[in-house]
């Protein structure tokens, strides 16, 4: 049997999981981990970009373009080892490639709120991820989205898009990915501005129950804080 939950297929011959969740595995990080989509990420986006313009001092982008230098330089590197005809593992080479398409595609700032984007929703909805080695695999997929070649686009017979989806890829690629998303430390951030928000969110509700004590007095305050 499977050793998914719930699951009642028969496993392969070399795995515990069945073919189906042996697959989700490989792609997913974890056999129980759904793929996140753009449309989840957006609002978290959003949160990043507006607490960025409020919040950041004048050197943030500075520090973030040398954070994103520094990964994508040491990729640039490894390519131009491979190019003089040192030996190389093809999934870290390739991994090297995608990060060196991205950096040519797209601002650090871009590639750093999507990070960090990542790291407020890992926070903000700890049920959504299996474990964090399916959280990984999807922060990886995520940025292999803004490299050229990594996305298959299904087409209506109008010429209208259905869906994007990101290639499959050997997970040592993914692996390697997030090697390199963990080593800008925006995942980090992203965590910390979540704590940041939630700490001011705390704030204004401490000064809103001390107003409505004032005015409500103890005994009503309580009931209606109850209620709510």
Same mark, same amino acid.
């Given at each position: ?15 515990h ?6 697959n ?14 753009? /449309?989840?990420l957006?609002? @978290?986006r959003?949160?990043? =970009?507006?607490?960025?313009?409020? +919040?950041?001092g004048?050197?943030?982008? *500075? ?8 990964v ?11 190019d003089r ?27 750093a709120?999507?990070?960090? /984007?990542?790291?407020?929703f @890992?926070?903000?909805?700890? =049920?959504?991820w299996?474990?964090? +080695? ?5 922060? *990886? ?11 298959d ?10 869906r ?40 204004? =509700?401490?000064?809103?129950?001390a ?16 209620a709510?």
């Amino acid at each position: 049997m499977c050793r998914v939950d719930g699951c009642y297929r028969a496993p392969t011959k070399f795995s515990h999981l069945c073919e189906y969740h042996r697959n989700v595995d490989r792609v997913h990080g974890d056999p129980r981990q759904r793929g996140i989509t753009k /449309a989840e990420l957006k609002p @978290y986006r959003k949160v990043i =970009r507006d607490y960025l313009a409020r +919040r950041s001092g004048p050197r943030a982008e *500075a520090v973030i373009g040398k954070d994103w230098g520094r990964v994508s330089r040491r990729a640039e590197e490894l390519l131009e080892a491979a190019d003089r005809g040192r030996p190389q593992n093809v999934h870290e080479r390739r991994a090297a490639q995608i990060i060196v398409s991205v950096s040519k595609e797209y601002h650090a700032m871009e590639i750093a709120i999507l990070c960090m /984007a990542l790291g407020y929703f @890992y926070a903000d909805q700890p =049920r959504r991820w299996a474990s964090d +080695r399916g959280f990984q695999y999807q922060a *990886a997929r995520m940025l292999r989205r803004l490299a050229q070649g990594e996305i298959d686009y299904t087409w209506r017979p109008a010429g209208t898009m259905v869906r994007s989806s990101v290639k499959r890829c050997p997970p040592s690629v993914t692996r390697a990915l997030w090697s390199s998303i963990e080593a800008t430390n925006f995942v980090g951030y992203g965590i910390q501005i979540r704590r940041e928000i939630e700490k001011g969110r705390q704030l204004k =509700r401490r000064d809103h129950i001390a107003d409505l004590r004032e005015i409500l007095g103890p005994g009503a305050f309580a009931v209606k804080d109850e209620a709510a």
